[in-house]
């Protein structure tokens, strides 16, 4: 049979068949058409850039371009003190003066030179830039498209998972056995296990810190102790950290620089599109909140929330970061109900005024039962969120 001769029928179900694959073709390359997660006014308002990472970014860009690193020999030379100074302090009106921005005991061997610590430095201070400018000029979508890389950066994807929050909720609980039971135990801050291993378990497989504390083990051991010993779940389980101040950059050189075999110093940085993508959760939950609670427009939620402080908290973000890597997630210890203490192993009182823990509480309830109305990770394209747990 010629073409011409074939029945109109049967040419128009070869069309449809041929737009068909040429739309499937072209879908990937469209926007996923289900409509946005959540309230586009919250989205939009949380997707503004705060004034605190605006400053992480320009401290960065000040050590680049002014910060200088000088030792000095120190406990009849089997030390050297570190300062990591900034020829002006940033903000003087008055003369200007160096401002020392970190001061270090490190061991007078083992390190290279003020120079080459100095190039290292800046090295990864370049990088940080680098990778924050340009998750800056890709947009949304290409701050959530770190979901799909995540399993990549931990090797492999899991089928189960615990992020183990620090709440006093668990004192008590017994829920040890439970914890350990996952494949992936994500615990956080370097919290304390021993003594408390009946109801947190005493595994872990990624210890998740912001740079604050990795400067606490620095400014304490970094002479002391081969990678800074900064490890209490043991040498070998990898830290996972996130750069709250871009001189911390430098505690993590040195810390890296004195590991050996016996103590090593396995670390990763978090995805510059993590910390951005995060920010924003915390931040649209934040807003949300502030309406329901106040019933003040959103825009007016700075007058609450300093946004030079504000921030996510390492356990929102090692959550982002679970639900990337794992087939199921469990969270333990994040809750807080009355009268229970605020971390399970330290005594403090009060909670820090720079996370909104209660935002944070809602987004994980969102996470459990109504994953779908999650903003921005809906903009993660492949990726759906996994079942999700909540225990106290
Ligand atoms: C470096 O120092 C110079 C001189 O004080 C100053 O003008 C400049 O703004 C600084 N650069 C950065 C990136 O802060
Ligand atoms: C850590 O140290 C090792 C060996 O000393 C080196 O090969 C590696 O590049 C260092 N990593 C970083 C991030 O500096
Ligand atoms: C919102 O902020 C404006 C000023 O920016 C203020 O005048 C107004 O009272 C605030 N509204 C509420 C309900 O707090």
Request: with cysteine; aromatic share 8%.
């Amino acid at each position: 049979m010629k073409p011409r001769h074939l029945p109109p029928v049967l040419v128009l179900a070869l069309l449809s068949l041929l737009s068909l694959s040429l739309r499937r073709q072209l879908t990937p390359l469209q926007p996923p058409l289900r409509p946005a997660a959540g309230d586009p006014l919250l989205r939009r308002l949380a997707a503004v850039e705060g004034v605190g990472s605006e400053q992480v970014l320009a401290d960065a860009a000040a050590l680049l371009v002014n910060g200088s690193i000088s030792t000095f020999p120190s406990l009849g030379n089997r030390q050297r003190l570190l300062y990591l100074r900034l020829p002006f302090a940033r903000t003087a009106r008055g003369p200007p003066r160096p401002r020392t921005v970190s001061r270090l005991r490190i061991p007078a061997e083992a390190l290279p030179s003020d120079e080459s610590l100095l190039a290292s430095f800046r090295t990864s201070l370049h990088s940080f830039l680098l990778a924050h400018h340009r998750r800056r000029r890709g947009g949304t979508g290409n701050v959530a498209s770190v979901m799909s890389s995540l399993a990549g950066v931990l090797g492999r994807r899991f089928p189960t998972c615990a992020v183990v929050g620090n709440s006093g909720a668990l004192l008590g609980s017994g829920r040890g056995p439970q914890i350990d039971a996952h494949e992936l135990v994500i615990r956080l801050n370097n919290a304390r296990v021993a003594g408390f291993v009946a109801d947190v378990g005493a595994k872990t497989s990624l210890s998740f810190v912001n740079s604050n504390i990795l400067h606490l083990c620095a400014s304490r051991s970094a002479a002391t102790a081969a990678g800074c010993g900064c490890h209490p779940y043991g040498p070998t389980v990898p830290m996972a950290m996130y750069i709250c101040q871009p001189a911390h950059l430098l505690d993590a050189l040195i810390c890296n620089a004195t590991a050996t075999h016996a103590s090593p110093f396995p670390l990763l940085v978090t995805d510059a599109r993590l910390d951005a993508l995060s920010a924003r959760i915390a931040k649209y939950y934040s807003i949300q909140r502030f309406v329901s609670d106040t019933g003040a427009p959103a825009s007016n939620w700075t007058r609450k929330h300093d946004e030079r402080y504000f921030h996510y908290s390492s356990g929102m973000q090692a959550v982002v970061m679970a639900l990337g890597v794992c087939e199921e997630l469990s969270l333990f210890g994040f809750g807080k109900p009355a009268g229970a203490k605020h971390h399970y192993h330290t005594n403090q009182k009060k909670e820090l005024d720079l996370h909104d823990y209660q935002a944070e509480y809602d987004f994980y309830g969102d996470l459990q039962a109504r994953p779908e109305m999650v903003p921005f990770l809906d903009e993660a394209q492949g990726f759906t969120v996994p079942p999700v747990r909540l225990y106290w």
